[in-house]
């Protein structure tokens, strides 16, 4: 498994990014030290900064304002580098943060393409490639699960004839500088904690982890106050139990689960809790688009977002109210303009029901 990046590797990631974007650009190792630079003569420096994004693996901003505080720093923006929950460097870019923000992200995406790429070109199967075969396979729809595999899976102390579910954690937050590398450690953790050991990332966004059922359940309490501590960066799906060889349908499941997230705005969802989302989640693309069509249409996006906070707060006018700041007139009438313009009353019944099904469908969608 690699833990560093060589000296080459990183002149060759520097120079390619300069070419690019005309910044100077540094790897800055663990200690501080600049190892690799657009300018040769700040390689074997101190980078004050440098070694303080590598202490915290944070991602760390310096404006013209405050560069004079730490040594051997200009203003710019420094990016830790993790792979396999462990830091590889951090990527310092000169220049005014809003001008090199992109460039330094564009520098921690190569590196760990890169380095990637140096442990799949390996002779002998890396950790990480390892767990990332026996995913690929277990969770394909015609799944191959040769003797390897079933040896693999004691490795990750998997028992074959157990119940397992898939989990998915997806990096949700809209801040250019949160990265799934970023993130890994606070995963990386709570699977120690946990005794899971088969995951892999799938870069840019998930991390997919395998697990005993029995695992899953005795710490859904777990995994809720996780995701719900961490709701700004990302999501949590977990699929249904299945054995080895119907896997897919606990990675299909997943997905449905982490869908189900988005729609409700919620950091965590198990399929086991599902009910109407099955339903919705198997309506094809255009039968869902024809509906909404149809049902949302003439509706504006205020109106679609005040059915939501109605049918949220299950049809009550008071609760409604108080989280619209609304009177409650002025809500009776906008449910009756609703009704006039679309042909469905919010309040009976039936189309109450017409109504709810589209705005959970275009939530779905949007998220």
Do not use: W
Request: hydrophobic share 40%.
């Amino acid at each position: 498994m690699i833990t560093t990046v060589s000296r080459s590797l990183a002149q060759q990631i520097v120079n390619t990014v300069h070419d690019i974007c005309g910044h100077d650009i540094n790897f800055i190792n663990k200690k501080g030290i600049i190892f690799a630079s657009t300018d040769e003569h700040r390689i074997g420096t101190f980078h004050e900064i440098g070694k303080e994004a590598a202490l915290t693996q944070k991602i760390i901003e310096v404006s013209e304002n405050d560069n004079y505080k730490y040594k051997g720093t200009n203003c710019g923006v420094n990016i830790p580098v993790t792979h396999n929950g462990l830091l590889i460097a951090v990527i310092g870019i000169s220049g005014k943060p809003d001008d090199v923000r992109s460039f330094a992200c564009l520098a921690e995406q190569i590196t760990r393409l890169l380095i990637r790429e140096q442990e799949l070109g390996g002779t002998a199967h890396t950790l990480s490639e390892k767990k990332r075969f026996l995913l690929n396979s277990l969770t394909s729809e015609s799944p191959d699960v040769p003797e390897y595999a079933l040896t693999a899976l004691k490795d990750f102390h998997l028992d074959e004839n157990m119940p397992k579910r898939i989990i998915i954690i997806q990096l949700t937050t809209a801040d250019a500088f949160v990265t799934l590398s970023s993130i890994e450690d606070k995963i990386v953790r709570l699977f120690d904690r946990l005794n899971i050991h088969l995951f892999c990332d799938y870069y840019p966004d998930k991390v997919i982890a395998l697990a005993d059922d029995q695992t899953v359940i005795e710490n859904i309490s777990v995994f809720k106050s996780f995701s719900d501590d961490n709701r700004d960066l990302f999501q949590t799906g977990i699929g249904c139990a299945a054995n080895i060889y119907e896997l897919d349908s606990s990675l299909r499941t997943a997905y449905i689960a982490l869908a189900n997230a988005s729609m409700d705005t919620a950091s965590f969802s198990i399929f086991d809790d599902l009910t109407l989302e099955i339903v919705l989640s198997s309506v094809p693309e255009n039968n869902r688009n024809e509906y909404l069509s149809k049902v949302l249409s003439s509706l504006s996006s205020e109106d679609i977002f005040l059915l939501r906070i109605y049918y949220e707060e299950g049809q009550s006018l008071n609760q409604t109210c108080k989280r619209l700041f609304l009177h409650k007139n002025t809500l009776q009438y906008k449910l009756n303009r609703i009704h006039r313009i679309c042909g469905f009353d919010p309040r009976d019944f039936k189309d109450a029901v017409i109504l709810y099904l589209a705005v959970r469908m275009q939530n779905q969608i949007y998220h």
